[in-house]
């Protein structure tokens, strides 16, 4: 586990959660009224007055660092790193810039000499080194030099990166976007030639995960489009009138000969809700077929198929 002095931890401590979200994380921002936010992943997550609290589990703080170990799960060190990594938000121009407009330039990480750990990682999660292989010649995944994170690469219809998503490969619960990037253009496999179906996934691990399965199943994954949609929010009650994920609008948009869509979407309750919106707006004008996990997601379904194959039962 990494090192951080105190002086470092201090340094992170600047961020308040709303200069944070604002500055990283734009998207997860609702707002509530003038001076009060919400997160998307969290309705019941407010932010006001310098400080946060999340109603439904009955505890709060003031800082970006409470918010990232708390709520998201992430470890001291590898919170305080990455909230170092950005700019220092008292002073940065960047990030007056993100409170008045919300965007961000947007700059893949540089990128380490070789993928050796992430590769590691990623075997030990089930993926196939074949998927794995397409992914790092196309440009689609690489370690990062500074923390050796897996990045996961989306590319616009001109093959440039717009978006990047980035898993810690020594915590599996360090997760975050990179700042400026573009959920219409989140992390996919576009089919090698044109094909009618699109398999949706919230993560791109899922998504390899499923890469793997269609070589088990003899299948050649390269023949359908396969799309994360780069994590889900919760539908409003109304579902009818939620809002379908940028990934997936943006996808469909570039993708016209798209008729059918397959629904691989986590196992739990904010995926069952998500795939009963797409398929309440999107019945009438594609086939639609829902696959949920076993498990809790695509992944675990892997790993649970791969430890019965190691170890069958008798």
């Known amino acids: 586990m990494a090192y951080v002095s105190k002086e470092q931890i201090e340094l992170a401590k600047q961020w ?15 707002k509530c009224s003038r001076n009060a ?18 109603w439904s589990r009955g505890f709060g703080g003031r800082t970006a660092l409470d918010y990232l170990i708390k709520v998201r799960g992430i470890s001291l060190p590898e919170a305080v790193l990455h909230l170092n990594d950005q700019h220092t938000p008292s002073s940065s121009p960047a990030a007056q810039v993100i409170r008045e407009d919300g965007a961000k330039p947007f700059a893949l990480p540089e990128a380490y000499e070789n993928a050796s750990r992430v590769v590691a990682y990623l075997h030990g999660r089930g993926i196939s080194h074949e998927v794995l292989e397409v992914c790092l010649e196309t ?83 390269r023949q359908v489009h396969l799309l994360s949609l ?11 009138g939620s809002i379908l994920p940028a990934a997936l609008l943006s996808y469909l948009d570039r993708h016209a000969d798209v ?41 675990e379904d892997l790993m649970a198929y791969k430890k019965q194959r190691e170890y069958p039962s008798r």
Not at 45 to 54: A, E, P, R, V
Not at 233 to 239: D, H, Q
Request: proline share 5%; net charge negative.
């Open 16 to 30: 308040d959660l709303l200069t944070y979200l604002q500055h990283v994380e734009p998207y997860e921002l609702v």
């Open 37 to 54: 936010y919400a997160t998307r992943s969290h309705d019941s997550l407010k932010i006001s007055n310098g400080k946060w609290f999340w």
């Open 139 to 221: 440009g689609r995944l690489y370690e990062s030099r500074n923390y050796h994170n897996a990045v996961f690469v989306g590319f616009d219809e001109h093959d440039e990166p717009r978006y990047a998503a980035i898993r810690g490969t020594t915590s599996t619960r360090y997760m975050c976007e990179v700042p400026g990037s573009d959920k219409r253009y989140a992390f996919s496999l576009p089919a090698a030639e044109n094909s009618t179906e699109l398999h949706l996934f919230e993560s791109a691990i899922d998504l390899l995960s499923y890469c793997t399965f269609m070589l088990k199943w003899g299948k050649d994954w």
């Open 230 to 240: 780069a994590g889900i929010y919760r539908p409003t009650e109304n579902k009818e």
């Open 259 to 299: 008729k059918r869509l397959v629904l691989h979407l986590d196992n739990d309750e904010p995926g069952r809700l998500a795939a009963e919106m797409i398929e309440q707006q999107l019945a009438q004008s594609y086939q639609l077929e829902n696959e949920p996990p076993v498990q809790k997601d695509v992944n």
